[in-house]
Nanobody, 114 residues
Framework: QVQLVESGGGLVQAGGSLRLSCAAS????????MGWYRQAPGKQRELVAI???????NYADSVKGRFTISRDNAKNTVYLQMTSLKPEDTGVYYC????????WGQGTQVTVSS
């Protein structure tokens, strides 16, 4: 089993920044993919960014150049640094660990006001 706990969400004005953290515990393998997804009201959950155990990253086109995903394998923690935030970035952000099954955190709300 894997447990994921997100933190760092909140309310920010457009153009501002936030840093999300996701602490993982349990049967963690550092080579596994971890990532961030988000779900806006009335929309499907979508990929924001993922990172491999070796640090290879991939981003949704909508966040490239603004968001940075990173991980600290010693702390079993993945981060999402978000800058130049836009109202369309609003949603619940979920941490994901890709094991034999997908594990999800409880989500953290990010609200960007215009």
């Amino acid at each position: 089993q894997v447990q994921l706990v997100e933190s760092g969400g909140g309310l920010v004005q457009a153009g501002g920044s936030l840093r999300l953290s996701c602490a993982a515990s349990g049967s963690i393998f550092r080579v596994n993919l971890m990532g961030w997804y988000r779900q806006a009201p009335g929309k499907q959950r979508e990929l924001v960014a993922i990172i491999s155990g070796s640090g290879i990253t991939n981003y949704a086109d909508s966040v490239k150049g603004r968001f940075t995903i990173s991980r600290d394998n010693a702390k079993n923690t993945v981060y999402l640094q978000m800058t130049s935030l836009k109202p369309e970035d609003t949603g619940v952000y979920y941490c994901n660990y890709r094991g034999k099954v997908d594990y999800w955190g409880q989500g953290t709300q990010v609200t960007v006001s215009s």
